[in-house]
């Protein structure tokens, strides 16, 4: 999954959208707050394109009703790929190692973008610089580095359902930073997610790792890793909500990269991360990591602001579900990780609680 996905998506759902409309989140993935991708296309309440949006696929109603469902169905697809490839890629790359790669092939894709807007690009106040150094350093940096270590003790669909959590996480640190209070619906759905989450993690119920060291319970330690990462991306997205107020979300974009390939190069240098470099001449490996970064990283996120802009929320909301639902059958048959029956139920529940919150609104 991309780091993008999972975290910046929610902002646009709710209905809140930049004064200009350029989003990132990642949400992501699998992925939530708003990033769209334009630097001056206007966007309505609804979340479809106006019709002087210079970025209309094609002309007429049916490219709205259509087309946008049709991209951001593509981005899903996309991140539900992601598993397919880190997870055998850390056979050969450290967590820290194979993301900072990822941001290093996609800050020189952003290259073009960046020299094109080289004017602007450093117009930000002190506000959205350190919303910039928080969803960087957090969400695109650490998150994913926390995201992506789970998949060395746990079933990486476990770690991708898991994720789901984050509107719940995302909601409760609105209220409680931002002063965003929930509608009555959240109340009576965030439960039944948390505790589908928790089946998740633990089918059998055993919580023996609350008092065991974790050193010998690699299976808590993946679960805490995962948690840890839905967490930090849901704090990235209110961070995001602050970077993204008044600059375009492209620019808020090229800034998360940057300043979580800074956070992930000190942590390959000063953390004693052992890597074996040679792993690079391994052009397979490289194709591999091209693919994550330019496939579920940058190619779905513009795949889904594209979309979403010409999507209504509450249709996008349930087009996502293709991510966690075709992740989990992707890892299924090709990585031979299938879940436990409860496991399956529960995360039927999880999808269907996220899903009405989202629906319902915050």
Do not use: C
């Amino acid at each position: 999954m991309s780091e993008e996905g999972p975290d910046w998506k929610t902002e646009e759902k709710a209905g809140e959208t930049p004064s200009e409309s350029l989003s990132p989140s990642e949400s992501s993935s699998p992925a939530q707050s708003a990033v769209t991708v334009s630097d001056s296309a206007p966007e309505t309440a609804t979340g479809t394109q106006t019709a002087t949006d210079p970025e209309s696929l094609v002309p007429g109603p049916w490219s709205q009703k259509l087309w946008g469902p049709l991209l951001v169905a593509a981005a899903a697809s996309l991140w539900a790929t992601d598993a397919l490839f880190r997870f055998p890629a850390l056979q050969s790359l450290s967590p820290v190692t194979l993301v900072l790669a990822e941001h290093t092939i996609a800050l020189l894709a952003l290259l073009p973008w960046v020299f094109w807007r080289r004017h602007t690009v450093l117009d930000l106040n002190w506000k959205e610089w350190i919303a910039a150094i928080v969803t960087g350093a957090g969400g695109s940096a650490l998150a994913t580095v926390m995201f992506t270590a789970s998949f060395k003790y746990v079933n990486p669909s476990v770690a991708i359902l898991l994720q789901k959590l984050q509107p719940v996480l995302t909601v409760l640190l609105a209220f409680l930073i931002l002063g965003d209070r929930p509608r009555l619906a959240f109340f009576a759905w965030a439960p039944l997610a948390l505790l589908a989450g928790l089946v998740i993690s633990f089918p059998e119920l055993d919580f023996r790792f609350l008092v065991t060291d974790l050193e010998f319970n690699p299976h808590s330690r993946g679960v805490i890793y995962a948690l840890g990462a839905a967490g930090i991306w849901a704090a990235s997205t209110v961070a995001g909500k602050v970077l993204l107020k008044r600059i375009p979300s492209m620019r808020g974009t090229f800034w998360r990269f940057w300043f979580g390939w800074v956070a992930l190069l000190g942590l390959q240098l000063f953390g004693e991360i052992e890597t074996s470099w040679k792993s690079f001449t391994d052009f397979a490996l490289l194709q591999t990591v091209g693919y994550m970064a330019l496939g579920p990283g940058l190619g779905a996120v513009v795949f889904y602001y594209l979309g979403l802009k010409r999507t209504h929320a509450s249709t996008a909301t349930f087009v996502e579900l293709v991510f966690p639902v075709a992740a989990v059958v992707l890892n299924t048959f090709f990585l031979d990780l299938p879940l436990l029956p409860v496991q399956v139920l529960a995360g039927a529940l999880l999808l269907l609680s996220v899903t009405q919150i989202s629906v319902k609104g915050h």
